[in-house]
T-cell receptor
């Protein structure tokens, strides 16, 4: 595997389900990001982790719970979601959180909440 | 508040018809401006980073330029495979290192 991978690629869940999204980066980076991309809206930053520590939570509802067990893996745990949470969820990584560095994105997980 | 506005929202070109996409931004001190390409159902693919006004970068048929208020992505003699949504993002100096994205320009190149 190379670059940034995400699983699953597609997910359909009911509002009462609990599911998790997984991101893995094979670039040796230390900072990882979760973004939400909804139709007709810009990418919205959700969370940032740097060396496994959360450094930014962009006022994300608590029904989204991130986890970063090490610098290569990032999870987004989902529970009691709403239909408006349906979107493409993207993971990205950078060498560090130093700034000016290119963010490399994974292919995304397309989530549909029924 | 940092803002990015991309225009037009959508652009249709004939193969070989050159054009430009615009990215206007307001930011409290620019650390970098990033261009990405995104194909349907996929994640954004990095194209260029520009750091200071006057800087230009090229890759195949694409050329990105930067001024203090805007960036242009020039597409010369486009091909159908250049069809995609092009995203612009800025990163401000100091504080949060997050990227602020525009809504993108959807480019369609007809054969």
């Amino acid at each position: 595997e190379t670059g940034v991978t995400q699983t699953p690629r597609h997910l359909v869940m009911g509002m009462t389900n609990k599911k998790s999204l997984k991101c893995e980066q094979h670039l040796g980076h230390n900072a990882m990001y979760w973004y939400k991309q909804s139709a007709k809206k810009p990418l919205e930053l959700m969370f940032v982790y740097n060396f496994k520590e959360q450094t930014e939570n962009n006022s994300v509802p608590s029904r989204f719970s991130p986890e970063c067990p090490n610098s290569s893996h990032l999870f987004l745990h989902l529970h009691t979601l709403q239909p408006e949470d349906s979107a493409l969820y993207l993971c990205a990584s950078t060498p560090s959180q130093r700034g000016g560095e290119t963010q490399y994105f994974g292919p995304g997980t397309r989530l549909l909440v029924l | 508040e940092d803002q990015v506005t991309q225009s037009p929202e959508a652009l249709r070109l004939q193969e070989g018809e050159s054009s430009s996409l615009n990215c206007s931004y307001t930011v409290s001190g620019l650390r970098g401006l990033f261009w990405y390409r995104q194909d349907p159902g996929k994640g954004p693919e990095f194209l260029f980073t520009l750091y200071s006004a006057g800087e230009e970068k090229e890759k195949e048929r694409l050329k990105a330029t930067l001024t203090k208020k805007e960036s242009f992505l020039h597409i010369t003699a486009p091909k159908p495979e250049d069809s995609a949504t092009y995203l612009c993002a800025v990163q401000a100096k100091g504080g949060s290192e997050k990227l602020v994205f525009g809504k993108g320009t959807k480019l369609t190149v007809n054969p």
